[in-house]
């Protein structure tokens, strides 16, 4: 152990325990007994996490979360592909500026990007359906699916997808049998990361959402608004068991890599 590997992996523990610090102190408050947010809490309980599962506005926030959260994901993983595979393999006049386009979601403030998507829907009458929250949802994922699939397909050898279309595999096949298998953690990874990103967001659910059509992200801003209890740190520390195991699945998923628990 060196004195550099010392002081590095001494920083590396700093930073993460100035990371996790805060988490760590809203999952401890979820289980508090006191009727307010207090930290240390005075005593154990579960009963925020049952009044959680017990109120209509949290319960059907999470189940308009879930059904949001599984389509947009999806769509945006593959149409972020199939993006990512026209812009790398395809010759695409101005490939470099339509990359740049489908960037701008990340680039671009979300709240312009709410704010055309609210514009957008008010003609279409989407406001306030889980139609519109879909397609919103989708739009901002689709840039990191393209961006995290392009960089996979960079580092492939193109000359195997080559060799298959030599021996007469017609462009379909090649990219079942031979393209898709080697991009596949990355896609994975894409579905995750899409799944995690929807599942949290805030801006383009508070502009196109409604009362009966509400986020879990939207509910809690909502009960932030106004007098809250330990409720909103049991809901917090279910989204970060949720984001935690979807990050455990991607390390497990990703080649070259084992999960060690314990």
Known sequence: MTPWRLLRGTLVVMVAVFLLAPLAVVVIISFSSAPFLQFPPPGFSLRWYAVLFSTPAWTNSLGVSLQLMVPSSVLATVLGTAAALGLVRGRVPGAALITACLMLPIIVPGMITAAALFGIYRG????????????????????????????????????LEQAAATLGAPPWATFRHVTLPLIMPAVLSSLLIAMILSFDELIVSLFVSSARV?????????????????????????????????????????????????
């Open 214 to 262: 509400r986020p879990v992200a939207v509910q809690m801003w909502s009960n932030l608004l106004g007098d809250f209890d330990p409720t909103i740190a049991a809901i917090a520390s279910v989204c970060f068991l949720f984001a935690l195991l979807v990050m455990m699945a991607d390390l497990a998923l990703r080649p070259g890599r084992s999960l060690r628990i314990g």
């Open 124 to 159: 279409l009458g989407l406001n306030g359906t889980l139609t519109g929250l879909i397609i919103g949802h989708t739009v901002l994922l689709i840039p990191y699916v393209v961006a995290t699939v392009s960089s996979a397909l960079r580092v492939q050898d193109v000359q």
